[in-house]
């Protein structure tokens, strides 16, 4: 798992719930990570089974950034869709 969305798994439940969102959904979706940002995708487990020779494209569903220990959100057009 994402070390970083361990780090920061209680801001992450809070602000799923503060918005209405569905957070055992969020941590059970596939997770992209760098230095300070998590990007949670959403995986369609019936398309994609032959891998990229599918060219399923993994829909961002939530940004999440960490600037000097601050937890900031960015929800995208696949946010209600995914996660409510």
């Given at each position: 798992m994402c070390k970083l969305f361990s780090q920061y798994?209680?801001?992450i439940r809070?602000?799923?719930?503060?918005?209405s969102?569905?957070?055992?959904?969020a941590k059970k979706l596939p997770k992209c990570w760098g230095k300070n940002d998590i990007w949670l995708q959403y995986y369609?487990?019936?398309k994609g089974k032959n891998g990229?020779?599918?060219e399923?494209?993994?829909?961002i569903v939530l940004k999440i950034t960490v600037n000097n220990g601050?937890?900031?959100f960015e929800e995208t057009e696949?946010?209600?869709k995914y996660l409510a």
């Open positions: 798994e209680n801001q809070e602000y799923c719930i503060a918005n969102l569905d957070f055992e959904k369609d487990h019936e990229l020779k599918d399923t494209p993994a829909p601050k937890v900031t696949y946010t209600r």
